[in-house]
């Protein structure tokens, strides 16, 4: 497993951008598919954003396409949330998330076995 530390968070008005990012300990980081969850209260962690072990492959739920951009630097460690064009609805806990990689980027929860802590991202409208 590797540990996460996710930063970036904060409060920003309706229309305004925050880049999350997710930094990772351990050699295994580059092997990894990682993922952004999203989690608002009283409801269900959501999948936002996923990206495959060499960067080749993103992919997003369908609400926030064309705002947010997922990337990672395996040189780093780290993988990154862009997001602009912020809404009220995107307000929510950010976690990000490690898991298998060398196959399909996962969107439930279930098959990564790495959390960070969380981040949380208020929009005001």
């Known amino acids: 497993q590797v540990q996460l530390v996710e930063s970036g968070g904060g409060l920003v008005q309706a229309g305004g951008s925050l880049r999350l990012s997710c930094a990772a300990s351990?050699?295994?980081?580059?092997?990894?598919?990682m993922a952004w969850f999203r989690q608002a209260p009283g409801k269900e962690r959501e999948f936002v954003a996923g990206?495959?072990?060499?960067?080749?492959?993103?992919y997003y739920v369908n609400s926030v396409k064309g705002r947010f951009t997922i990337s990672r630097d395996n040189a780093k460690n780290t993988v990154y949330l862009q997001m602009n064009s912020l809404k009220p609805e995107d307000t929510a806990v950010y976690y990000c998330?490690?898991?298998?990689?060398?196959?399909?980027?996962?969107?439930?929860?279930?098959?990564?076995?790495?959390w960070g802590q969380g981040t949380q991202v208020t929009v005001s409208s």
């Open positions: 998330a490690a898991g298998p990689g060398y196959t399909e980027v996962e969107i439930t929860p279930t098959p990564y076995n790495s």
């Open positions: 351990g050699r295994t980081f580059s092997n990894k598919n």
């Open positions: 990206i495959n072990w060499s960067g080749i492959y993103q």
